[in-house]
């Protein structure tokens, strides 16, 4: 009994010391964002897709399926079938669960972009603004060889009944695009 104990404090420990080391309690904004951010540098799209706010993903749907309909009615079939496989047809992607869908297609613009990339990622500020929206810049350096680049972003994380969840870019809870 006391081994496990031993292990599961061990355990525990580990994952929350990168945590700690950056300020973030477990459950937090701050501990979601600095997963997400792990789970993009890792190319590991399956664990990123668990930190999108669900409604953004529902959304995000909406605003893909229409487009990829167009793509394989057209010269862009291969490539579409080729990033959802083994889906066939438009019915066979659309009956795809949106987390699944959501991981496919962020796989396949992974995979476009260049081999041998290394993310760094470091979270520089926090802003809450109510309870339940927070706001995170962080910094992100992208190395490929002896080439580097920097950028600074801003993330958005609501609390949703499911913990904080990171909201995408770009789409709006009600599938119409967010206003400037």
Not at 48 to 67: C, G, H, K, T, W
Not at 88 to 115: C, F, H, N
Request: charged letters at 20%; zero cysteines.
């Amino acid at each position: 009994m006391s081994r496990r104990l031993l292990l599961t404090f061990a355990l525990v420990w580990l994952w929350a010391a990168p945590l700690a080391a950056q300020g973030a309690a477990p459950g937090s904004a701050r501990a979601v964002a600095l997963r997400s951010l792990a789970a993009q540098a890792a190319h590991n799209p399956s664990a990123f897709v668990r930190d999108i706010d669900p409604a953004d993903l529902a959304a995000f749907r909406l605003q893909l399926l229409p487009s990829l309909k167009e793509m394989l009615a057209g010269q862009q079939q291969q490539q579409a079938l080729r990033i959802f496989a083994p889906a066939k047809t438009y019915a066979d992607i659309e009956k795809l669960s949106v987390d699944r869908l959501y991981a496919m297609y962020i796989k396949g613009a992974w995979d476009q972009a260049p081999s041998g990339l290394v993310f760094t990622n470091t979270i520089l500020g926090e802003v809450p603004e109510g309870s339940d929206l927070s706001h995170l810049v962080y910094r992100q350096r992208v190395r490929a060889g002896e080439r580097e680049a920097t950028s600074v972003t801003l993330m958005n994380l609501r609390r949703t009944p499911g913990g904080w969840k990171v909201q995408l870019e770009g789409v709006h809870p009600r599938g119409q695009p967010a206003q400037q």
